[in-house]
């Protein structure tokens, strides 16, 4: 029964209910295929890695999509919320190796077969974890729907993706100066690696030019362990200082080996340093550049762990930085260090690891992206897919304009086999979608595959036509290709956003629907800290989200984050709006509690039951408040606000302006029902007039029933069990997130009633405001005098009994003169009120008061003057903030008058 409602709101106990019931019932599984005449809203989550646990950006991430697809599915829309895990070959590989390394193993001795097999092993038993956490906090995704990057479908599109780009000439392997992580062992892409400004050094070495006694060429660099595989100077043609030199070799200090001095204007600049750059193909990017134009032999001086090599004579065997210091040292001995400055570093580190990374010479399998990259840049340019905030687009095409081939091969076992074969016999490669049984050119059977996993990247990316089926023509490409959207953060704009558009606008070319993967991207905001720090493990600073769920509830952090999560805006998360918001949800339970109380006694006394409202012939479809009779003020104005309400959440929600919508709700649901409309209606509930106590109660509950569907997606678990308790467990529908969400009815704004209410409220509150500075007993009734004009003093007569219950006024008396510079008084645009209180006025007090007032109102004036004077805001604000802005400005500006006639005739009256 609904009375059997707990006194105490305890979210501990309603949400893993509800959670589990939303999942045991696939309340949320959409059927394929769906009314071919309804559009489907769908979104892909993000996958998070399989070794995650939930943190504060996914729970801000899932809490927006989930608030969206709540609300699109009760608006009719068919949704669907792909859900799914990433493999996450570097971070799962490094997981399994630290538990190997517990046990005193290595995935080396386990053999490649073992140690995958492991790693599935692993997978089941620890992988997953934050899908679960997902379902406890009722994400409404599919889960009926759910891949895995690596499960049988998955890897037969990306094997299909790969041969089809090979075959097109769009995958080559090709050996460049890749990032390199000792650490991990592996390649690292360019968007792996996190660069960091550090304070280094700059070292300065002089190479002895051969044949010209006492010449040197002074070069400098930040890494004086990579000049062991120098293999040339550089100098640009046009440097006078070095013509003399051209065609000459210097001596490499330390190992003595004659290099040659080339030019090359294309490395160097003349007028930068000492114009001379030490080259060094194997081991920095521009120096491959540099090696290739001029036919420079490539000598590598590291391993894969980055220890130094046979290349390095005396150094073989020292780790990288270690072999600094010794070489730096052996420089300074033989004369060659010239000198030593400080420097800022771009130290680039492995974003996995925090490894240093090494520029190394690789054999690598890449993909040519620029083919890729044209359509993806067309399709954003000509409007097919939008970014939200649009600053994102022009750094899009920053990215994409600038963009270099993609690396795709990395030195792991966890992940997708690159399907290619290497012929023992004649070193043919062979890329094929099965194994082949011999090699295409000669026949051999004694083939390998190549060792090298996919970039787990490549497999996202080929996301979502992958989860909807491709390469085959499925009835869910049909249904659901392209998604609508995509919420994600701007950390992955170009690891995933970008290849998805990529890989789909390739592969999907030509599909009834288009290419694009999704309509709308919008990039939502980093969570910080209260004061905005970025979190991090070493500032301590980092929050768990199911810590404060636990503490709060799942609907309060929900909440929390909604109500912060303006587009383009960090959030600043604090757990004391947490507080609030779990207060607000509390505020909420007590509302509900006096309602069904108020029923049941209603129904105890034959006026009125639930079961009148259950039973009403309501159409279930129908958007709005069901079966309200709006014939009193009260029931006018708190119909019109909710009409009012329900529009600015739709405005709100179509531009991701999470913030506004929570904030309407709340402040309608808070300030409008509970503390107003609860209030106004108590004398009616208990009206002797069966009829008229019977419409309350009606309206009362009619009510409450469609704000808990307003607010429904934002806090599904207590609207859940409030929904089902005003239908006494037999609701019209499995959930209320199968309900209608409210629709505005332009019709029932009343614009005039929202104005009296306005002026009531006003005037109540003022009240209210001068009882507490002249410190009455809050028991004690005194009366009031109120100067206003005839249609608002006729107002004020009309709902006496509201004024006087709700101000707690024992007589209220209208006074043909301004109150304004009288004593106790507060004066506004539409009225004059003066508390009726024997008791002696500060005069001092008052005047600091009054001061505190008009420097209030002169700032809030000067704020508004120049929003109206801007252009730019003037252009881009709804017409209804600009009228509301113009409206308060005219009222400021009666007010700041006011308080200055009654500092004024403060000034006559002697303390």
């Not at 008396?813 to 304004?820: G, P, T």
């Not at 008791?839 to 005047?847: F, G, P």
């Amino acid at each position: 029964m609904p009375h059997d409602l707990p006194k105490a709101y305890d979210p501990s106990l309603i949400e893993p209910r509800w959670a589990e019931y939303w999942v045991r019932e696939k309340l949320f599984h959409l059927e394929t295929p769906h009314d071919p005449a309804q559009q489907a809203f769908t979104v892909t989550l993000p996958p998070p890695n399989v070794t995650g646990n939930l943190h504060m950006g996914h729970m801000l991430e899932h809490t927006e999509i989930d608030i969206l697809i709540r609300w699109k599915r009760m608006q009719g829309t068919p949704t669907l919320w792909l859900p799914g895990t990433d493999h996450a070959g570097i971070a799962t590989q490094l997981m399994v190796e630290r538990q190997l390394a517990v046990e005193g193993q290595g995935r080396l001795d386990l053999g490649r077969e073992a140690f995958i097999a492991r790693v599935w092993d692993w997978k089941q038993h620890y992988g997953g974890v934050i899908l679960q956490q997902m379902k406890r906090l009722g994400a409404s995704v599919d889960w009926s729907r759910e891949y895995f990057t690596m499960d049988e479908r998955m890897s037969r599109a990306v094997r299909e993706a790969f041969v089809r780009l090979y075959e097109k000439g769009l995958i080559y392997r090709g050996k460049y100066i890749v990032n390199w992580c000792p650490r991990c062992i592996t390649a690292v892409s360019d968007l792996e690696v996190a660069h960091e400004d550090t304070q280094g050094k700059i070292y300065e070495i002089r190479y002895p030019v051969i044949g010209s006694k006492g010449e040197y060429i002074v070069v400098a660099t930040t890494r004086p362990e990579t000049m062991l595989g120098d293999t040339a100077v550089a100098v640009n043609s046009g440097d006078e200082r070095y013509r003399h030199l051209h065609g000459k070799n210097v001596l490499l200090p330390l190992l003595d080996r004659e290099i040659p001095i080339i030019t090359d204007d294309i490395l160097t600049n003349a007028e930068f340093g000492t114009g001379a750059v030490k080259v060094t193909p194997s081991h920095d990017p521009n120096d491959f550049e540099a090696g290739l134009r001029n036919n420079l032999p490539q000598i590598e001086v590291m391993n894969e762990v980055a220890q130094m090599n046979e290349n390095t004579g005396p150094y073989k065997g020292f780790d990288r930085f270690e072999a600094r210091q010794q070489v730096l040292a052996d420089l300074e001995a033989g004369g060659f260090l010239v000198g030593t400055k400080d420097y800022v570093v771009p130290l680039g580190k492995c974003s996995r690891c925090k490894t240093v990374v090494e520029p190394r010479l690789s054999t690598q399998w890449f993909v040519k992206i620029q083919p890729l990259a044209d359509r993806a840049i067309e399709v954003v340019e000509n409007g097919d897919i939008k970014f939200t905030p649009e600053n994102y687009t022009k750094t899009y095409f920053e990215w994409m304009r600038n963009i270099h081939d993609w690396c795709i091969s990395r030195q792991l076992w966890w992940g997708h086999r690159i399907p290619a074969w290497h012929c023992q016999n004649c070193n043919q490669i062979a890329v094929s979608r099965e194994e082949p049984a011999r090699c295409p050119k000669c026949g051999s059977d004694q083939l390998e595959q190549d060792n090298d996993v996919l970039d787990t990247w490549f497999s996202s990316g080929l996301l979502p036509c992958s989860a909807l089926g491709w390469p085959e023509s499925t009835p869910e490409l049909d249904a659901f290709y392209p998604t609508t959207l995509l919420v994600t953060g701007f950390d992955i704009l170009f690891f995933w956003v970008a290849r998805m558009i990529m890989m789909n606008c390739h592969f999907m070319r030509g599909h009834k629907n288009g290419d694009v993967p999704f309509r709308n991207v919008y990039i939502h905001a980093l969570v910080r800290d209260a004061e905005r720090q970025k979190m991090s493990k070493t500032k301590g600073n980092v929050m768990d989200p199911i810590e404060i769920i636990e503490q709060y509830g799942t609907d309060a952090v929900r909440f929390t984050l909604a109500a912060m999560a303006a587009p383009g805006t960090d959030i600043a998360f604090s757990e004391s709006r947490t507080e609030s918001y779990r207060a607000f949800a509390n505020k909420i339970w007590n509302a509900a509690r006096f309602l069904f109380m108020n029923v049941d006694r209603a129904q105890e006394a034959g006026v009125w039951s639930l079961a009148d409202f259950q039973a009403a012939p309501t159409d279930f479809a129908a958007k709005g408040v069901f079966g309200f009779k709006a014939d009193t003020l009260d029931d006018r104005w708190i119909l019109s606000r909710f009409n009012r309400v329900a529009q600015q959440i739709q405005e709100a929600m179509d531009a991701y302006r999470f913030h506004e919508a929570a904030h309407v709700v709340y402040h309608f649901f808070w300030g409008e029902y509970c503390d107003w409309y609860l209030e106004l209606i108590k004398p009616r509930l208990a009206a002797a007039d069966r009829e008229h106590a019977r419409t309350a109660y009606e309206n009362l509950v009619s009510v409450f029933e469609a704000a808990l569907r307003l607010l429904s997606p934002f806090m599904p678990f207590i609207t859940e069990e409030l929904w089902h308790a005003v239908y006494d467990g037999l609701p019209p529908a499995k959930s209320i997130a199968l309900a209608a969400f409210p629709q505005a009815d332009p019709a029932q704004v009343d614009a005039a009633a929202e104005t009296e209410m306005a002026i009531l409220q006003d005037l109540i509150v003022s009240v209210r405001n001068i009882r507490a500075e002249l410190k009455v007993e809050p028991k004690q009734k005194l009366a009031v005098e109120i100067f206003a004009n005839n249609d608002v003093s006729a107002l004020i007569d009309r709902n006496r009994g509201a004024v006087e219950r709700l101000a707690n006024v024992e007589s209220v008396e209208f006074v043909e003169s301004s109150l304004a510079n009288a004593a106790g008084a507060r004066s506004t645009s539409r009225f004059d009120v003066r508390v009726v209180y024997e008791r002696k006025i500060d005069v001092a007090a008052e005047r600091e008061r009054l001061n505190k007032e008009l420097e209030k109102l002169t700032q809030e004036l000067a704020r508004g003057t120049a929003q109206l004077n801007n252009e730019g805001f003037l252009a881009k604000a709804p017409a209804h903030v600009v009228e509301g802005l113009k409206k308060r400005k005219a009222e400021v500006e009666v007010l700041i008058r006011k308080a200055k006639s009654a500092l004024a005739e403060l000034e006559a009256v002697k303390s």
